[in-house]
């Protein structure tokens, strides 16, 4: 059973828009699984507040004056010397380009504010886990770019490791289902049974998160093995 967190998620807010700011405040204080520690209206006030806060998680709005969130996000992934906080990037641009900045920049997530309000307390609650979530509009396209920019020679002795139950759930990764409760739900499992192989895939794979678990699927082709259902 996994060990419940707690205290609650530190949250930064961090758009240019008082009113999506207002919206997502009152959204996330409807839970007590999360504390909002502040709203910035720019890349340089996020920086500054999520350092000064020591937040866990930040949404970061891309287009902000003065520095953007990538360039904020950049900064505060590199801060060696702090806890870092995860980065979920909040927009309303579903671009594969911008989708590939953010993740290279460091974020662990990409939401779209018009497509993935539902998403939002899973994302934070995953990012605060370590793990990975990226809108279902974009992240298809997205993991076979990244594997085209990045190509890996597939490694046949990490592919053999994996159980076939192993081998299902980051088949359902590679193909873009990469919320647990997704994937438990696309392949009648518990959640708590698809956390396990993700686990278990990533030690004996060598990767550190969902997302380059779902990259190295994509790499190794467990993606065309995926079931009808989920791709």
Do not use: C
């Amino acid at each position: 059973m996994d060990t419940p967190r707690q205290q609650p998620i530190r949250v930064l807010i961090a758009d240019d828009n008082r009113a999506v700011r207002r919206g997502l405040r009152l959204q996330l204080e409807q839970t007590a699984q999360i504390h909002v520690v502040g709203e910035v209206a720019t890349g340089e006030d996020a920086v500054a507040l999520a350092r000064a806060e020591r937040a866990d998680v930040v949404l970061m709005d891309l287009q902000m004056p003065a520095m953007n969130g990538l360039e904020a996000t950049r900064i505060l992934r590199r801060d060696a010397h702090e806890a870092t906080p995860a980065i979920i990037v909040m927009t309303s641009f579903a671009v594969d380009q911008l989708v590939l900045e953010a993740l290279d920049s460091g974020a662990v997530g990409y939401l779209l504010k018009s497509h993935d309000s539902d998403q939002l307390l899973p994302a934070i609650l995953a990012a605060a886990r370590g793990e990975a979530l990226v809108s279902s509009r974009v992240t298809a396209s997205i993991l076979k770019e990244l594997v085209r920019r990045r190509p890996a020679a597939a490694d046949a002795d990490a592919l053999q490791s994996l159980s076939p139950a192993e081998r299902r759930v980051v088949a359902a990764l590679a193909v873009g289902v990469t919320g647990s409760d997704a994937i438990a739900a696309h392949l009648h499992v518990s959640v708590h049974t698809v956390r396990s192989h993700l686990q278990s895939a990533m030690r004996k794979t060598g990767t550190q998160d969902r997302t380059q678990l779902a990259l190295w699927g994509v790499r190794n082709r467990l993606d065309a093995s995926a079931p009808s259902s989920i791709g």
